[in-house]
C-alpha cells in the first residue's frame, strides 16, 4: 500500500499467517519496507515503560528500547494480552508476537490483522513524508477525486453514488486512501480498509481534485483556498501523534496537496446530483 510492502515471516508453516481474502489482491511477491519475525512466545515485558499514546480502544504504544512496543488487548480475548509488536524507531524491522490462544480461541485468526497492519502502514508513510487519508478515492479521467469525512460523513454513500450512476469509474476506497509525493505530482493508492460499502482495489492514479464532505438537502460545491484545504486535510490525516518529525511530514504534504490541488466544500443530496457536481469541477 502506498508503495510501501509488509513482510512477516515465520520459521515454520502457522495458520494465522494465511491473509483472508479481501487482503489477498493487496499481496505482493517480493519487498520488505517493514519486516516482521513472527513467533508464538509471550510478549516481552514492558512495566516501566513509557506509555507514548492509548488508542482508547486495543491498542497502546510505549518507548521501548530500541524502538516501540506495540500492545493490543482486549477483555474478550484469551489472553487478553493477545498480540504485539516490538519494533525499531525507523517502524522497517521488528518482532510480531503471537501467544497461543487458549481453547477455545478468542482472538483473531490472523495474526496481522486490523488494526495492526493499518497502524504500521499509517505510521511508517507518515515518517517516510506519505500519508493515509480518511477518504474515498474514485478515479475521474485519468486522476483520483478526493473525498474526505470523518466516520459518518458519507463516503460509502458517495461510492455507492458513483458505482450506480458512473459504474466505470474505478473506486479505489470507500474509507481510506494513502497520498503520497512522487516526481512533483501526488498520487493516490487503495487500501484494504474499506468503510460499509467494501470498496477496496489496489492500484495508483495521480491526485486530482480534493472534496471536504457535508451531508445536505440540496448538492453545492463552494472552492476553499489553500490553507483551508491543507488544514482539514491534515485534521483526516493518521500520524502517530508522539512522532514530531513524522507530523511535520505530513503537515509537509497537506500543504502542498493544498497550493496544488483544487480543492472544494461538498454538500451533497444522495441521488445523482452529487454525480453531476462533482464531475463539473474535476475535468
Do not use: N
Request: with cysteine.
Amino acid at each position: 500500500m502506498g508503495g510501501l510492502t509488509l513482510a512477516v515471516s515465520a520459521r515454520r508453516p502457522t495458520p494465522y499467517l494465511r491473509a483472508p481474502a479481501f487482503l489477498r489482491p493487496f499481496l505482493a511477491e517480493r519487498g520488505g519496507d517493514i519486516r516482521l519475525d513472527y513467533t508464538e512466545d509471550p510478549v516481552p515485558p514492558f512495566a516501566g515503560a513509557p506509555l507514548l499514546f492509548d488508542s482508547g480502544s486495543v491498542w497502546k504504544v510505549y518507548r521501548r528500547p530500541p524502538g516501540l512496543l506495540y500492545t493490543f488487548e482486549s477483555p474478550a480475548a484469551d489472553p487478553p494480552l493477545y498480540k504485539a509488536v516490538a519494533i525499531d524507531s525507523r517502524l522497517a524491522r521488528g518482532t510480531l508476537y503471537f501467544p497461543p490462544p487458549a481453547p477455545p480461541t478468542r482472538r483473531p485468526l490472523f495474526a496481522a490483522a486490523y488494526p495492526l497492519d493499518d497502524l504500521l502502514f499509517q505510521h511508517r508513510l507518515a515518517r517516510d513524508g506519505a500519508a493515509e487519508v480518511h477518504a474515498c478515492g474514485v478515479v475521474l479521467g485519468g486522476r483520483v477525486a478526493l473525498f474526505c469525512g470523518e466516520s459518518g460523513a458519507g463516503k460509502s454513500t458517495l461510492a455507492r453514488l458513483f458505482s450506480r450512476h458512473l459504474p466505470g469509474a474505478p473506486i479505489l476506497s470507500d474509507d481510506r486512501i494513502v497520498l503520497r509525493r512522487r516526481g512533483g505530482r501526488v498520487w493516490a493508492w487503495g487500501t484494504p480498509w474499506h468503510g460499509d460499502a467494501a470498496f477496496a482495489r489496489p492500484g495508483a492514479w495521480p491526485l486530482g481534485a480534493v472534496f471536504f464532505l457535508e451531508q445536505a438537502g440540496e448538492t453545492s460545491v463552494r472552492r476553499l483556498g489553500a490553507a483551508a484545504a491543507a488544514a482539514r486535510l491534515f485534521a483526516r490525516t493518521f500520524p502517530p501523534p508522539w512522532d514530531g518529525a513524522a507530523v511535520g511530514r505530513v503537515l509537509g504534504l497537506c500543504s502542498f496537496v493544498g497550493e496544488c490541488r483544487p480543492a472544494f466544500t461538498l454538500r451533497f443530496r444522495r441521488d445523482h446530483s452529487v454525480v453531476a457536481a462533482v464531475l463539473g469541477v474535476s475535468r
